[in-house]
Nanobody
Framework: QVQLVESGGGLVQAGGSLRLSCAASGRTFSPRNMGWFRQAPGKERVFVAAINWSGDNTNYADSVKGRFTISRDNAKNTIYLQMNSLKPEDTAIYFC??????????????WGQGTQVTVSS
């Protein structure tokens, strides 16, 4: 089993920045494709970004390209989401996920509990 714990969410003004972290643990954990999703109030959960197991290939939703950067540190079993130029429409619960077949997939084996990001105008 794999456990994912997100952190780094909070309240920020429009134009500001936040960095989310997702720490993975578990006896069966090994570097694998991981991603970030988000769910705004009253809406479905949607893909934000993904990174392959080695960290040299990434994929982003069009809505965050150029503003968000996904990265990972396999020595720490942690992935990050650096979010810059935040907009009120980025307000959502952000979820970490692990275990997709490719970074273009939206089907993941493991999910975190989420961390709230609120962007005020």
């Amino acid at each position: 089993q794999v456990q994912l714990v997100e952190s780094g969410g909070g309240l920020v003004q429009a134009g500001g920045s936040l960095r989310l972290s997702c720490a993975a643990s578990g006896r069966t954990f090994s570097p694998r494709n991981m991603g970030w999703f988000r769910q705004a109030p009253g809406k479905e959960r949607v893909f934000v970004a993904a990174i392959n197991w080695s960290g040299d290939n990434t994929n982003y939703a069009d809505s965050v390209k150029g503003r968000f950067t996904i990265s990972r540190d396999n020595a720490k079993n942690t992935i990050y989401l650096q979010m810059n130029s935040l907009k009120p429409e980025d307000t959502a619960i952000y979820f970490c996920a692990a275990g997709a077949r490719t970074i273009y997939s939206v089907s993941y084996d493991f999910w975190g509990q989420g961390t709230q990001v609120t962007v005020s105008s």
